[in-house]
């Protein structure tokens, strides 16, 4: 008998960031193969969080099912993002998507960027 250990997913979505992430999918080109997830150097504090459609899927990349999603994850991202919630909030100031991350040890004022 082969021992197969199942591999947590790096980042979880909240059920509100899965129904933004399906109405964006539902209008993306046809060509999308799900969510791209990127971490890209910018911002005050250092590095800011990227997403995407997933136009193809590279080698390197992790690609994970989330709650019927599949999310693709440039593979440089995945140092910075395990453990990350990913969250959609709608208030009256402000909407969009928001990181949970606990790797995270410093971000800038604004929240747009962030350091590790």
């Given at each position: 008998?082969?021992?197969?250990?199942?591999?947590?997913?790096?980042?979880t979505?909240?059920?509100?960031?899965?129904?933004?992430?399906?109405?964006?999918?539902?209008?993306?080109?046809?060509?999308?193969?799900?969510?791209?997830?990127?971490?890209?150097?910018?911002?005050?504090?250092?590095?800011t969080?990227?997403m995407d459609?997933?136009?193809?899927?590279?080698?390197?990349?992790?690609?994970?099912?989330?709650k019927?999603?599949?999310?693709?994850?440039d593979?440089m991202a995945s140092?910075?993002?395990?453990?990350?919630?990913i969250?959609?909030?709608?208030?009256?100031?402000?909407?969009?998507?928001?990181?949970?991350?606990?790797?995270?040890?410093?971000?800038?004022?604004c929240g747009?960027?962030?350091?590790?």
């Amino acid at each position: 008998m082969t021992d197969i250990k199942q591999r947590a997913n790096p980042l979880t979505l909240t059920d509100a960031a899965v129904r933004q992430v399906e109405r964006i999918l539902a209008k993306a080109p046809e060509s999308t193969r799900g969510l791209w997830i990127g971490v890209t150097e910018g911002g005050c504090s250092g590095k800011t969080y990227k997403m995407d459609y997933a136009r193809e899927i590279k080698p390197a990349d992790m690609v994970i099912e989330e709650k019927g999603l599949t999310i693709v994850i440039d593979p440089m991202a995945s140092l910075y993002i395990f453990g990350t919630v990913i969250d959609y909030e709608d208030t009256p100031l402000k909407a969009g998507f928001t990181f949970k991350n606990p790797n995270e040890t410093g971000r800038c004022g604004c929240g747009e960027s962030f350091s590790v």
